[in-house]
């Protein structure tokens, strides 16, 4: 996770002492910077943002109070965004005036419902991006049979886009925002993409998923969120397991069913430590001991 870009840097502060921190971070991460101004790492952390060091785009942050683990969010779901989506995301910002780390959350999963276009494109370019932002899984034969170049010309006599200092925006009227982040429970998002397992943890309508193995401090914080009070009030299931052994899949469905679930991934972590599919063929460890 070391070598992944650091999307959102903040300075914040307590009292006479404050400190940068980029996102995404670790737990680990998270809780120096925390600590070396005075706070703690809690299960739902706050934090005074004196100034965005970057980008300049999430300038809106500034001057508030802010719920770090929805910036963290924020970072790594930014990470998967190539520059255009980086830059849809920073000009909509701006343009629809937004000022939570909610309604950022919200608009990442919501850009398909914006093209962003550049004064440099041409007819052609903006009316792929314009078709291809509304509808991602255009098979070739749809494509052959577009007239992406009329489409642009058209958007582009209208004149309905938005000057941002990211180029022009235009809202794809066809297509309708939806809330995904409801303020209180992260939807799944895979971020790492080396975690063993991915189960879901359900509390009173409400899911969270967590990516095992992760640092304890993740999970609790995903518990709190779901507002339970200790981790066997909620229902577990496995969404997804990234070895291919049926044997194993169903022994950690089983665990999940079973066990506490800090010590399902005190187990996965052991796994992963190792080579896993290796160690998944050699070792039948007794059903007991899991």
Known sequence: EAS?????????????????????????ELGKALASIGLVNTPSPKAYVTEVVEPDALCLLESKVVDLDEVNYLAKLMDSEDETEKNT???????????????????????????????????????????????????????????????????????????TDYGTVFRNEEVEGRE??????????????EELLCVEAEYKDKKEYLYLPEEPMSITKALHRLGAEKPEDC???????????????ERFERMVQNENIFDVNAVAEKLNNVETENYLEQNDIKQGGM
């Open 180 to 193: 995904i982040y409801d303020g209180q429970v992260f939807p799944c998002y895979h971020y790492t993409g």
């Open 89 to 163: 995301l920073f000009a909509v910002t701006a343009c629809e005036g937004y000022d939570t780390s909610k309604e950022l959350i919200n608009l990442h999963f919501n850009l398909g419902c914006y093209t962003l276009v550049q004064p440099t494109d041409d007819a052609e370019a903006v009316g792929r991006r314009y078709m291809y932002s509304m509808k991602p899984c255009m098979t070739m034969t749809e494509a052959a049979n577009t007239d992406f170049e009329k489409i642009g010309k058209d958007l582009l006599v209208l004149k309905k886009g938005i000057q």
């Open 235 to 249: 229902a577990y299931q496995v969404e997804d397991f990234n070895v291919d052994s049926k044997e194993w899949r």
């Open 4 to 28: 992944r870009m650091k999307q959102i840097v903040l300075n914040i502060r307590n009292g006479e002492k404050n400190t940068d921190i980029a996102f995404p971070c670790v737990e680990e």
